[in-house]
């Protein structure tokens, strides 16, 4: 019995290494989105320069895997390659943690993710490229039998690409970190390389061994938690000793810290715990107080003037549902508010982190904010939109005269919108917060623009887009705004921008057919 299955795993053993090789090059690949999305975002540049690079890097491998297949074809050289790839994919982790950090930042939206995909993935995947050509020599006998062994060698290694994109998408990536991934997968190449070396050179078959060194890893790696150690390799990392909680979550890294701030009186330590999502700040509070912490989620109080009686809300993002839970604490007649939250791990880390209180009127939904409002035919009083985590990460669905289309069907007849937008106010070719004021002017009549910071700034900062579903204009300088307790409504006359004096005439409007968002980001840096 025995020496049936090891004849069966001489036979087969070929194909389980091209399954095994084909399964890694599309972990990294979709990895790699991850790696480079806190720097450049997932944008159409990052996703096209990681699959152009990776392309580019298994045709070259195949070409010089073919050659050295000729002039080399010896198991040996097989499993030298694939230990190889084993090394430089575990330098991806190396270069993310000493380089990329010093890199990411300076170089731009366009330039970047190529340069960093060469750097970062270009050798593993040129390494993992050489070895089919090399399998098919290793496995071919007779000239007869080349179409076969060549169509099984390229099948399994394709299946195993395959089940390695749908592994990463849905169950590595939201069950452990990045780095976990890459250095596990580092190591599963390197295990296949050092074994099939040695069982090379003494000439000893025993696939048996290989076989229990890969279970035994496919086990420490499935009885690892998020936090403790997967590999003798885990001391690479160590999070910041402000991080309370980090994760990659579905569609984006997730990272709370606290952060100490001044002492305020003579005993109290004030702390501003935040929320970074792919390495941008999206929430914040103070833990010793309710005060919300960045400016631009304070331009919610606005609908305190316009709809004090407001009864529905709806927020399309949710973040660390800091401004819904203000509302909740300060406001008794609101009687519904829907969140909709694509993440589905942030909604109990509020409540966990950010004072989410328990409350019935509160509805999270987890799902894409147009997908949401395609389904759901509910009007609301209010709606909050805060779906742009920053310029780098902008989901172009939801900034299209479709989805602002969408908006205003969900308003009741004196509803309102409040945008969270980011961007410049240059007068460019290219300028994306131009182009969506346009667009979002083509749907509602009636809009008001501020700016967080000044309107007479160039700089890039948050804009806050107030959409009226009435033609009843707004005089910001009315006593019920100067009067109002809360700064942020007493100085919204001196943050409004004249939109008459933007020159909108050359700018697109933004379509489901026509948004090319990151274009007109990086046109801007």
Do not use: W
Request: charged share 15%.
């Amino acid at each position: 019995m025995m020496r049936k299955i090891l004849n069966f795993l001489n036979k087969v053993i070929i194909y389980l290494i091209v399954f095994f090789t084909g399964a890694a090059v599309l972990i990294i690949e979709i990895t790699a989105t991850r790696i480079l999305a806190p720097y450049f975002g997932n944008t159409l540049f990052s996703v096209s320069s990681i699959i152009g690079i990776v392309l580019a890097a298994l045709s070259l491998g195949y070409y010089l895997g073919g050659i050295l297949a000729d002039k080399y074809p010896h198991p040996f050289l097989f499993f030298s390659l694939i230990l190889l790839s084993g090394v430089f994919s575990f330098f991806i982790e190396v270069f993310r943690k000493s380089i990329l950090p010093l890199l990411g930042y300076s170089l731009g939206m366009k330039v970047g993710p190529p340069f960093v995909s060469c750097l970062l993935f270009f050798a593993p995947s040129l390494l993992l490229g050489m070895i089919s050509p090399l399998a098919i020599k290793l496995k071919t006998k007779e000239v007869e039998e080349i179409g076969r062994v060549s169509g099984r060698i390229f099948f399994y290694s394709t299946i195993g690409s395959i089940c390695g994109s749908f592994l990463t998408g849905f169950f590595l990536i939201p069950h452990f970190g990045t780095s976990k991934i890459i250095i596990s997968t580092s190591f599963l190449l390197f295990i296949i390389g050092i074994t099939g070396i040695f069982f090379s050179l003494t000439k000893k078959i025993a696939k048996e061994n290989f076989l229990l060194l890969t279970i035994l890893f496919i086990v420490v790696l499935a009885f690892s938690s998020q936090e403790g150690p997967y590999l003798p390799l885990s001391f690479y990392y160590h999070p910041s000793s402000s991080t309370v909680f980090q994760k990659d979550g579905f569609y984006q890294q997730i990272i709370i810290q606290d952060i100490p701030l001044a002492k305020i009186g003579d005993d109290i330590d004030e702390k501003l715990r935040i929320l970074s999502l792919d390495g941008g700040l999206h929430s914040g509070i103070y833990l010793n107080s309710d005060e919300l912490a960045f400016e631009y989620t304070k331009y919610y109080l606005i609908y305190q003037i316009l709809l004090p009686n407001a009864e529905k809300a709806l927020f399309l993002g949710g973040g660390g549902y800091t401004v819904p839970r203000q509302i909740l604490l300060e406001n008794n007649n609101i009687k519904k508010i829907d969140v909709v939250e694509i993440d589905p791990d942030l909604f109990s880390l509020a409540k966990k982190y950010f004072k989410l209180p328990e409350d019935p009127r509160l509805v999270n939904y987890i799902n894409d904010a147009r997908r949401f409002l395609i389904e759901n035919p509910e009007k609301y009083d209010l709606i909050f939109c805060d779906t742009y985590l920053s310029l780098n990460t902008i989901p172009f669905h939801l900034t299209t005269v479709e989805f602002f289309h969408l908006l205003k069907e969900h308003l009741n007849q004196n509803g309102i919108v409040v945008i969270n937008l980011i961007g410049n106010l240059k007068n460019e070719k290219y300028n994306f917060l131009l182009s969506e004021i346009k667009t979002i002017r083509s749907v509602f009549d009636n809009i008001y623009l501020f700016a967080v910071e000044s309107p007479n700034s160039l700089e890039v900062q948050n804009f806050i887009l107030l959409a009226l579903n009435h033609s009843e204009k707004i005089n910001f300088q009315d006593p019920s705004f100067l009067n109002h307790p809360h700064y942020i409504i007493q100085n919204l006359s001196s943050k409004l921008i004249n939109l008459n004096d933007l020159d909108l005439e050359s700018f697109p409007i933004f379509s489901d057919d026509f948004s090319p968002i990151e274009y007109f980001v990086a046109k801007q840096f």
